[in-house]
C-alpha cells in the first residue's frame, strides 16, 4: 500500500516557465511534509519542507501548498531553470512521533532551454 | 568534506555472496538511517539509529539483512547469502534529532549500488 503517491512519472517545462509536481497521500496521521531532490549519482538533497499548521511555505523559486482536507500537496518552481532538471520525492512522516520518512516514487523534472 | 559518506559506491557480487556496506553519518548526527532504492520507486525504510541503538527495522529487512552501530558512530549493512533481488542502490542518511519532536530532514550519503548477478 502507497502511502504517499506521485502519480505523474516526468514532467517537461519550458525554461523560465513555472513547473507544478503534485504528491497525494493517505495516511492521516502524516503532519510533516518534504520535498527531495536527486541528482544522478547522487543522494537525495533536502528542498523544502511544511508543517500540517500551515498551508503554505516559500523558500526563494520554491513554494509548497499544502491541502488537508484533500490530503494533497505540490511544489511549485517559479521561474524553472534547466539545473532544476533532477527527481523530485515527496516525503511524509509524523512530526510528533518516531515515523521515519515514507518517500512518494519521485517524479523526474525536464527543464527545457 | 562533512557530508555523509558511503563506502563502496558499488559492489558487485555473485549471487549467495555476503557483502557489507559501510557509511560514516555527519559527526553530531546522533540519528543514522538504511533506505534501499530501486529503479523507478522512491527511497524505501530499511532501519535506523538512534546513536548506537536500532530502534525500528522495516518487515523488507529480512533475516539475511543485519545493520549495526558500534559506539553510535558509522554504520555497517551486511547482507548475506545475496540474492538477484537485492539489487539496488542502499542510501544512507543521518540526522540531528534535537530531542522531542522528530526532526526529519535526513542528509543523505551517495549511496552504494549493489548488483547481485
Known amino acids: 500500500d502507497q502511502q504517499v503517491k506521485q502519480n505523474s512519472p516526468s514532467l517537461s517545462v519550458q525554461e523560465g516557465r513555472i513547473s507544478i509536481l503534485n504528491c497525494d497521500y493517505t495516511?492521516?496521521?502524516?503532519?510533516?511534509f518534504l520535498w527531495y531532490k536527486k541528482y544522478p549519482a547522487e543522494g537525495p538533497t533536502f528542498l523544502i519542507s511544511?508543517?500540517?499548521?500551515?498551508d503554505k511555505n516559500e523558500d526563494g523559486r520554491f513554494t509548497v501548498f499544502l491541502n488537508k482536507s484533500a490530503k494533497h500537496l505540490s511544489l511549485h518552481i517559479v521561474p524553472s531553470q534547466p539545473g532544476d532538471s533532477a527527481v523530485y520525492f515527496c516525503?511524509?512522516?509524523?512530526?510528533?512521533?518516531?515515523?521515519?520518512?515514507?518517500f512518494g516514487k519521485g517524479t523526474r523534472l525536464s527543464v527545457i532551454a | 568534506d562533512t557530508g555523509v559518506s558511503q563506502d563502496p559506491r558499488h559492489k558487485i557480487t555473485k549471487r549467495g555472496q555476503n557483502v557489507t556496506f559501510r557509511c560514516d553519518p555527519i559527526?553530531?548526527?546522533?540519528?543514522l538511517y538504511w533506505y534501499r532504492q530501486t529503479l523507478g520507486q522512491g527511497p524505501e525504510f530499511l532501519t535506523y539509529?538512534?546513536?548506537?541503538?536500532?530502534?525500528?527495522k522495516s518487515r523488507l529487512l529480512s533475516d539475511r539483512f543485519s545493520a549495526e552501530r558500534p559506539k553510535g558512530s558509522f554504520s555497517t549493512l551486511e547482507i548475506q547469502r545475496t540474492e538477484q533481488g537485492d539489487s539496488a542502490m542502499y542510501l544512507c542518511?543521518?540526522?540531528?534529532?534535537?530531542?522531542?519532536?522528530?526532526?526529519?530532514?535526513?542528509?543523505f550519503g551517495s549511496g552504494t549500488q549493489l548488483s547481485v548477478l
Open positions: 511544511i508543517s500540517s499548521i500551515k
Open positions: 495516511n492521516s496521521m502524516f503532519d510533516y
Open positions: 516525503a511524509a512522516t509524523s512530526y510528533s512521533g518516531n515515523t521515519p520518512l515514507v
Open positions: 539509529f538512534q546513536n548506537e541503538a536500532q530502534l525500528e
Open positions: 559527526s553530531e548526527h546522533n540519528r
Open positions: 542518511a543521518s540526522s540531528l534529532d534535537p530531542g522531542g519532536a522528530t526532526n526529519e530532514k535526513l542528509f
